[in-house]
């Protein structure tokens, strides 16, 4: 049963447009959710989180929403840059548990 | 900050032969620490997670297993490999009030 889905496997972009990038959740127990950016043969690297007190939270070019009641977050980079070409994974987590459970990714293309 | 170590970077291993692939964490005390695995095309598979020295928590059923025999020391072992196993693994750390931290990875490839 994948609890975290994301539905895209690949996203081509125009450099300097906006990527959004969309993750569903199918248990409402999850209250903190995190966006990882995987460039080949290396690890995932946090990008960006936000806990369910929260329906927005921007660090730089990236945004992450959360509508709770929809069971959905999207991450919005902008502008997009060749350099952001990756795969991008969601996470979530429920309070009090340990387990962070990923999404099967989007591969994102920013075309120059 | 939290620095982790994981090696080797890529193997190449017969089916039916031993495995072990360790992790360890610099930088932190009393981590949270987690195996994942990426098999192509697929997510991030948790696969074992420890919250203390020898404390164990499986999460899929299969023929690897974990052990913790240091508060920073995390190993993935496997008495026979099955061509199952390859994929590419991912040792994770949780320090206080930080999110998940990935190592570099192990890609393995079982033939």
């Known amino acids: 049963d994948q609890q975290v889905k994301q539905n895209s496997p690949s996203l081509s972009v125009q450099e300097g447009r906006i990527s959004i990038l969309n993750c569903d959740y199918t248990n409402s127990m999850f209250d903190y959710f995190l966006w990882y950016k995987k460039y080949p043969a290396e690890g995932p690297t946090f990008l960006i989180s936000i806990s369910s007190i929260k329906d927005k939270n921007e660090d730089g070019r990236f945004t992450v929403f959360l509508n709770k009641s929809a069971k959905h977050l999207s991450l919005h980079i902008v502008p997009s840059q060749p350099g952001d070409s990756a795969v991008y994974f969601c996470a979530a987590k429920a309070s009090g548990t340990y387990k962070y459970i990923f999404g099967t990714g989007t591969r994102l293309k920013v075309l120059a | 900050s939290q620095t982790i170590h994981q090696w080797p970077a890529t193997l190449v291993q017969p089916v039916g032969s031993p495995l072990s692939l360790e992790c360890t964490v610099e930088?932190?005390?009393?981590?949270?620490l987690y195996w994942y695995r990426q098999a192509a095309g697929r997510g991030l598979q948790l696969l074992f997670y420890s919250v203390g020295i020898g404390q164990i928590s499986s999460e899929v059923p299969q023929n690897l297993s974990a052990s913790r025999p240091q508060d920073r020391q995390f190993i993935l072992s496997s008495k026979k490999l099955l061509l199952s196993d390859s994929g590419f693994y991912l040792c994770?750390?949780?320090?206080?009030?930080?999110?998940?931290?990935f190592g570099n990875g192990t890609r393995l490839t079982v033939t």
């Open positions: 994770a750390v949780q320090g206080a009030n930080s999110p998940l931290h």
């Open positions: 930088g932190t005390s009393n981590p949270n």
